[in-house]
């Protein structure tokens, strides 16, 4: 695997708190990005990275925030979860080079009750 | 909007046969992915294609792109089990982000 580690893997939490996962990287690379994986949907992007401090909004960013201080980790916040953010959240980087190839993290499921 | 259809989304394979799975995309692009998922596994880089008529072959697994007709498709010849899995392809978005557009993937089981 690329470097890239996401924590926590597992975790389950109520409606109504805030949840950060965390992903990690070792590869320097310049882009970083979040998606949810869900059942019928392959994967969404939901925010992605170009740099320290610079990040945008994917295709299902609504209820979710992120942020990146550091090249080598990128946070994503859900400021209040809801059931329906229950799902697999894979981070996933790219060193921007000819390919664009992306590589991802192990995911983390997160079960909102 | 880029949109990236596969198909199919469940493919039953007979181990020895071989099989293709199609990935149509809406818009321009000239990058497309494969990729593969075990059950409860990360997603597994398995091609990259860069240009039209690409071609990539690795074992049992050939992949290639048609940027004309907005389509890749991924052929498996001779099935085995250890071929069971799922398969996404990806098209890269016009913006200078690298962003990716994933299919819904499709599901291959290999049964004896």
């Known amino acids: 695997d690329a470097g890239i580690t996401q924590s926590p893997r597992h975790k389950v939490t109520e409606t109504g708190t805030p949840v950060t996962l965390r992903c990690h990287q070792t590869e320097n690379h310049r882009y970083m990005y979040w998606y949810r994986q869900d059942p019928g949907h392959g994967l969404r992007l939901i925010h992605y990275?170009?740099?320290?401090?610079?990040?945008d909004k994917g295709e299902v960013s609504d209820g979710y925030s992120v942020s990146r201080s550091k090249t080598e980790d990128f946070l994503l916040t859900l400021e209040s979860a809801t059931s329906s953010q229950t799902s697999v959240y894979f981070c996933a980087i790219s060193g921007g080079l000819v390919s664009n190839e992306q590589f991802f993290g192990p995911g983390t499921r997160l079960t909102v009750l | 909007e880029l949109k990236v259809e596969q198909n199919p989304l469940f493919l039953s394979m007979q181990e020895g046969k071989n099989y293709t799975i199609y990935c149509n995309y809406s818009?321009?692009?000239?990058?497309l992915y494969w990729y593969r998922q075990d059950p409860g596994k990360s997603l597994e880089s398995l091609f990259v294609l860069l240009s039209n008529g690409a071609v990539k072959q690795e074992g049992r697994l050939m992949a290639s792109l048609d940027t004309k007709a907005r389509l890749s498709t991924l052929h498996i010849t001779a099935a085995v089990h250890d071929l069971s899995a799922t398969y996404f392809c990806a098209v890269k978005t016009t913006d200078s982000w690298g962003k990716l557009q994933f299919g819904a993937g499709t599901q291959v089981v290999v049964t004896p």
């Open positions: 990275s170009y740099g320290v401090k610079d990040t």
């Open positions: 818009t321009t692009s000239d990058r």
